[in-house]
């Protein structure tokens, strides 16, 4: 109204057009891609690049508050000054008045009731749920929790737009609680670029994509110890605020099989995180990948390259040179991490297979199928029913005796040679010792040696079990595996892997298996190995000491906080005077691993103790003492010229 306003009045006014047009601009900006002419905004904000200074659509509401400041105070002068004196010329107080007068009513009216607190309605009326506070003494009752977990908010938003509830009403902003938060938390919506950002961006983009079947072990990476999956909250930038369901995160997290359900509320749930990685930790080899962690972190964690005390190294992210004078630095390349990712049970060109007693033809992956009991025909088929694909395997066990018996050719291995099977399952009934799953050895003239596997009851929901490192017999050439159903049942089979120590070999469609021992200097089996016992204790939050009893062997040493290059190990017990002049462990052998984290390599042996501190605070206590030197000097000045000035008036 008061940009009509001063049009009308002053049409010609060439300062009332130029500031009535930004004001009416700033309207446009700030409904950004919305219609009508949503796509000019969008045009514009692609190709022209100081568009790119404003990082949010409420912050073009700068351009609405200065226009209108200016627009305000030439209506009044209109008002007060142009038309005040035609009621009275003579009374020159009628002038001031009329302007208060005038000014007042218009705040009141456009901003009522200001006087309540909320000014215009414009302010967020907040009240922190109570769920918070049972949730934090929950969390605070949990004795691992003091070893500096992190909380992970889902959505991951510092600044997020806050739903209404009956504690809040709708807004957008700051959230007090999250930026507060104790244990620590990290955003994904930070103006600051930071490794921690970049890594939360990834795990909350997994949960979005619904790519989440390592979701636990990229919590656990991160230092997320307990999860608080929010539907008061979602986020308020464009790259999330479209795809995060709640539904969807809930499931997944209640999916996992190493993630439980704390406590549900009204309108949150925490959960925790049971896979567990130390805050501080030694991790005997080191994995090198020559690209991102964006690229490359979510298919590993599908696998057991983030299990027992993961180091990765991503070449691309803080490079750093000297990690190829390392021992013991596994390279990895593509196709060996995303092998990895278990492939689903299926054939192209196989669509109703048929199967006959005591043998089957055609099965994908080269599986084999072979039932004990000759009286009774097993039915197998496909099911969409899956993990990673659109179909699984399914076999239904129809009668009480004999044994039903899926296998896979036989492949070649090494001897002394370790190796991993893993394998998803799910059943419709569970039953007790209903089903096993091995891997069996063989010599070279395949006489059968020995076989390590377990028995399960099954479950109804997806489940990944595993057979764990296993180092092949000294006279075995020759190894298959197989899943043996013993109880009337129907199981559904998908994402089998074997893998050869932690570089795996994949199941791939229609493929013979082969398991060679390739003899290269990645083999795990044949590296030493190393044992690091680690203890370390928390001084405070920029010093922690580590006591350490290590073999004759290399490790590298994994401190789970933000990636900085202030951090210093010192060998030894320093303080932060100490800090200043005593030679840390060098920086060449400082480096960013995990994507987030501060790595060192250590080739000390025996026992000692090693100190990370935080350096910038022996610099901040440096300052602090030459700040209060000169505050002492000046006010001491100051005493000493008034005790002078004193003197001679008296004198």
Sequence with gaps: GIIFLNLLLLPKNKIVFYWSLIALSSFFLQKGGQPPFGNIYLWLNSNFFPFYIFRTLHHYAFLTAFSYSILLGIFTYIIGYKYGHILNQKKNNFRYSINIFILIILITIYLYPFFSGNVGGYLTTYKQDPAYDDMYKNIFNDELIQDDYRIAYVPMARSPKFKKTKYQDFGQGADPMVLNSNPPTVGTDTTLLTSSREFAIIIEKALYNNESNGIAKLFALGNFKYIILRNDAEHAHVDYRYTFSHDQVYKILNESKNIKLEKDYEYVSLWKNNYNLPHIYSSPFLFKINGNMKDYLVPLSYNTYLEENPAIYFTEEHPNEKVNNFNNVINLDYNQVFSKVPYRLRSNNIVNPSFEIGGATGLPLEWNFITYNPTKSEIIDYSNNSVFGDRSLRIRKTDEAGASVLYTNKFNISAGNIYTYSIYLKVEEVTAKGIQYQIAFLTPEGEWINAVGHWINGTKNWERYIIQRVRAPPNASQA?????????????????????????????????????NTGSENNLSKSPKSEVKLIHNKINNIKYKININTNNTPFFLVFSESFSLAWKAYE???????????????????????????????????????????????????GLMISITTAIFCIGYLGYSWIIKRGKLYT
């Design 480 to 516: 298959y595996v197989k899943v043996v159903i013993h109880k009337p049942t129907t199981l559904y089979l998908d994402g089998a892997q074997f893998e050869f120590g932690y570089n795996a070999k994949m199941f791939h469609d229609n493929t013979d298996i082969q398991l060679e």
């Design 572 to 622: 030894g017990e320093i303080n932060w005077i100490e800090a200043l002049y005593k030679k840390p462990i060098s920086d060449d052998k400082h480096f960013l691993v995990n994507g987030y984290a501060n790595g060192w390599y250590i080739d000390k042996t025996g026992e000692y103790d090693v100190t990370l501190y935080f350096k910038p605070q022996s610099y901040f206590y440096v």
